[in-house]
């Protein structure tokens, strides 16, 4: 009888609207998961909204303005 093997799909890209979970963005972010954390914190990345007390999520808007620009991010600041 053969294995049952769940292999999961690394996306393409990252939808331009909506929000994601760490699991579905750190394939895009060249940081570890809590470079990320410490990063958010510090206002350089994504600020996580946190849903319940164990699911975090991204907005994708704003992941994909900090990919174009990880190094002049201002969490919180209007496109211009």
């Known amino acids: 009888m053969a294995a049952k093997h769940q292999s999961k799909q690394v996306p393409d890209s990252i939808p331009s609207v909506g929000m994601s979970r ?45 990919i174009a620009d990880p190094a002049n991010y201002q969490a919180g600041a209007a496109n211009a």
């Open 22 to 66: 760490w699991e579905q963005l750190r394939h895009f972010i060249p940081v570890s998961r809590e470079t990320w954390r410490q990063m958010s914190l510090a206002g350089k990345a994504p600020q996580p909204v946190r849903l319940t007390e164990r699911c975090t999520m991204y907005s994708n808007a704003e992941v994909l303005r900090w």
